[in-house]
């Protein structure tokens, strides 16, 4: 899926600069930003620092390597409205995304009904968006309930599977307005749904493959 997003100050140089390329690495959400990891490739590494010192919605940026024509960066930034709105429905993002010249492409794994939800809410919103494709693995959001999937949505936005962790259970439990005891028993029926069918999945090419030997 391709979006268009709200010209803020990296798309804007990502649009004056058609032939640099934002990796998007990680993102995790705070309070009221969002933190992420970006790894750009620009021709003009110091018109990019120009740009996030003049930029007005980055509380800060660091920068965490950098050669010739490749910026490694954490940046902590506003959350833009297509991201919220993604979020609000229940789409998660693979990483890394990318962002050339104004347009960001990423990939998910979702459900036809969150897919729709999401068309309609960027519709609604006037976000410009188009489907690169659709393939059908697993769905594995068919496998969970609408509050395993919450509360497994809330953990990957919070950064509670990356390593270091981005938040503890307690924290998790904090945003829920829940116990602990109860986040861990919800995350841990989710994680069984979704292991058993991937092992079973995985299991069934195995066969194939060894049947057309």
């Known amino acids: 899926m391709k979006i268009k997003l709200p010209h803020d100050s990296l798309v804007r140089y990502s649009i004056e600069h058609p032939d640099s390329e934002f990796h998007i690495l990680s993102s995790r959400r705070t309070e009221n930003r969002l933190q992420v990891v970006v790894k750009a490739a620009t021709l003009d590494s110091n018109a990019l620092i120009r740009t996030l010192d003049e930029a007005p919605e980055i509380r800060f940026y660091d920068v965490l390597h950098e050669d010739k024509q490749r910026v490694l960066l954490q940046i902590e930034t506003e959350e833009h409205s297509p991201r919220a709105i993604a979020r609000s429905v229940g789409m998660l993002p693979q ?119």
């Open 95 to 213: 990483y890394p995304m990318v962002l050339r010249d104004g347009w960001q492409t990423i990939e998910t794994i979702t459900s036809w009904e969150r897919l729709s939800q999401l068309k309609v809410e960027f519709e609604e919103n006037d976000v410009s968006f188009e489907i690169l494709s659709v393939t059908q693995p697993v769905e594995v959001t068919d496998l969970l309930t609408d509050r395993q999937w919450e509360v497994l949505t809330e953990a990957i936005t919070r950064g509670y599977y990356n390593t270091p962790r981005g938040c503890s259970l307690t924290d998790l439990a904090t945003t829920l307005d829940v116990s602990p005891s109860a986040v861990s028993g919800v995350l841990h029926r989710a994680e069984e749904q979704i292991i058993k069918a991937f092992a079973a999945n995985a299991e069934l090419g195995i066969k194939s493959r060894l049947r057309d030997r």
